[in-house]
């Protein structure tokens, strides 16, 4: 039943061309043409390109990956969510919907399908931030490395993992403010707002703090993949914060797994007859 609502779901977006350009592929190609139009601009224009004598593919990688979920990335993630996580309420469906399948099997397909899509615009951004750095280097002269910070592709993977789960953190408030608001709109605006709290308690807190994060900076999610991404890619750098990442991990899961399952709970007891 489950795998049977997750394909509806996934087709009902397949179909949903706005959704899937506005919501998952608009942020990685702007990206993209920023990037290249900057190198145009200085080759062209100022007629004197970035300084440096190569490109790191993986850094360049790594780099855009780390930023897949910020407030940015996570405004147009969050407009995609919404659409799929909110959008019955806004056409009415729900009573077209809950009679073929069960309310839980059916929100936890959308959160599968907007996790899917969420882990396709990130790769999206992935390859299309080589690509502009291939662009790039083509437009400035430059020559192309692998890596200048003896980075592999696994940290690649690591990153895009990491940076996934924070966005499904925010996936899975999504699905709970969706369901308490019912509407699209609440949902990009609420979770927005936790992601500007968060990245603004996340600093705050830091810097009036000395060795291992309190448990207030690891109730975070914002901290939580930040200091996983540093211990992945900087371990040497994190001093007693090292420590703390399979804390990291676990809150970031957590976090997750429980808002989900308060959004199937409010689902599951929801009168959808005042829609």
Same mark, same amino acid.
């Given at each position: 039943?489950?795998?049977?609502?997750?394909?509806?779901?996934?087709?009902?977006?397949?179909?949903?061309?706005?959704?899937?350009?506005? !919501?998952f592929?608009?942020?990685?190609?702007?990206?993209? &043409?920023?990037? +290249?139009?900057?190198?145009?601009?200085?080759?062209?224009?100022?007629?004197?390109?970035?300084?440096?004598?190569?490109?790191?593919?993986?850094?360049?990688?790594?780099?855009?990956?780390?930023? !897949?979920?910020?407030?940015?990335? *996570?405004?147009?993630?969050?407009?995609?969510?919404?659409?799929?996580l909110? %959008?019955?309420?806004?056409?009415?469906?729900?009573?077209?919907?809950?009679?073929?399948?069960?309310?839980?099997?059916?929100?936890?397909?959308?959160?599968?399908?907007? %996790?899917?899509?969420?882990?396709?615009?990130?790769?999206?951004?992935?390859?299309?931030?080589?690509?502009?750095?291939?662009?790039?280097?083509?437009?400035?002269?430059?020559?192309?490395?692998?890596? &200048?910070?003896?980075?592999?592709?696994?940290?690649?993977?690591?990153v895009?993992?990491?940076?996934w789960?924070? *966005?499904?953190?925010?996936?899975?408030l999504?699905?709970?403010?969706?369901?308490?608001?019912?509407s699209?709109?609440? +949902?990009?605006?609420?979770?927005? %707002?936790?992601?500007?709290?968060?990245?603004?308690?996340?600093?705050?807190?830091?810097?009036?703090?000395?060795g291992?994060?309190?448990?207030?900076?690891?109730?975070?999610?914002?901290?939580?993949?930040?200091?996983?991404?540093? =211990?992945?890619?900087?371990?040497?750098?994190l001093?007693?914060?090292?420590?703390?990442? !399979?804390? *990291?991990?676990?809150?970031?899961v957590?976090?997750?797994? =429980?808002?989900?399952?308060?959004?199937?709970?409010?689902?599951?007891?929801?009168?959808?007859?005042?829609?």
């Amino acid at each position: 039943m489950l795998a049977d609502a997750i394909a509806a779901e996934r087709f009902r977006l397949l179909r949903d061309r706005s959704t899937l350009f506005w !919501g998952f592929c608009f942020a990685p190609l702007i990206g993209f &043409l920023l990037s +290249v139009g900057g190198d145009l601009f200085l080759r062209f224009v100022i007629k004197k390109p970035m300084p440096g004598l190569a490109v790191g593919l993986i850094d360049q990688v790594i780099k855009t990956l780390s930023n !897949g979920a910020s407030t940015f990335g *996570a405004l147009f993630l969050m407009i995609g969510a919404a659409a799929v996580l909110a %959008g019955d309420y806004r056409w009415e469906t729900w009573r077209l919907l809950t009679p073929r399948n069960t309310r839980q099997n059916l929100l936890l397909a959308k959160l599968i399908v907007v %996790g899917e899509a969420v882990f396709w615009s990130l790769l999206l951004s992935a390859v299309l931030s080589a690509l502009a750095a291939l662009v790039g280097s083509a437009i400035n002269g430059k020559t192309v490395a692998l890596s &200048l910070l003896d980075r592999n592709p696994f940290d690649i993977v690591g990153v895009l993992a990491i940076t996934w789960l924070e *966005a499904m953190v925010l996936a899975a408030l999504a699905a709970c403010v969706g369901v308490l608001s019912r509407s699209t709109m609440g +949902v990009v605006i609420a979770c927005l %707002g936790v992601r500007f709290v968060q990245t603004i308690l996340s600093g705050a807190l830091r810097a009036m703090e000395q060795g291992p994060p309190s448990w207030k900076l690891l109730s975070l999610p914002v901290f939580d993949a930040d200091l996983l991404r540093a =211990a992945l890619l900087a371990p040497d750098q994190l001093g007693d914060a090292g420590g703390s990442a !399979g804390v *990291a991990l676990a809150a970031l899961v957590a976090w997750t797994a =429980a808002l989900a399952a308060v959004a199937v709970w409010l689902f599951r007891r929801q009168d959808l007859t005042k829609e």
